[in-house]
């Protein structure tokens, strides 16, 4: 099959959207003067939660434009959460181990962070797309929804944002927006 010899290169393409594209969202917000359309999709502050949020958004936008040529590909949207989901836990993961073990990480290793989770996050969906297999379950429908309730809460947060660290960000002290 075409699209199993191609899987590299979809992947490949979903790294480099998924980075280009966080990259951009990062300094969409303060390019907009802060505008409150630009807000739930891009970074408004330099919390561990907005990181996350960078890394959503693009690897979302990639999976439903990759989702037309592998349509006859089984449990795709499984496959795209599990890839996500690996992606948006390592980015709190290892900021908070390494923070934990070492002390404040440079600015450096926090870029490399979101970097390396979205590289682990399409490696593990290149390994899973090869080996997709018939599934007695489609599980498309529950994995489309939720991605939504996922980019949901990143919209919610932006706006109402719980007092918890994570959405904590490190430099002003203050939360959300």
Known sequence: MIIKR?????QLLGYTVTAIGGTLLHF???????????APFSGVNESTW???????????????????CFKDSDNFWLIKL????????????IFYTYNGVIGKSPDWFNVAIFFISAGLCYLYEGKLLKNVNSKKFNLNTPSIIAF????????LFTF???????????ISGQFGL
Not at 28 to 38: C, D, K, M
Not at 50 to 68: G, T
Not at 160 to 170: E, G, M, Q
């Open 6 to 10: 191609s899987i590299l290169i979809w």
């Open 28 to 38: 969409l917000y303060e390019w907009t003067g802060g505008s409150y359309l630009a």
């Open 50 to 68: 907005e990181h996350m949020k960078l890394f959503f958004f693009p690897a979302f936008l990639y999976a439903v434009f990759q989702s037309f």
């Open 82 to 93: 599990k890839g996500t989901s690996v992606g948006l836990l390592l980015i709190p993961i």
């Open 148 to 155: 939504c309730i996922i980019a949901f809460a990143f919209i």
């Open 160 to 170: 109402a944002t719980p007092c918890l660290n994570i959405f904590k960000d490190p």
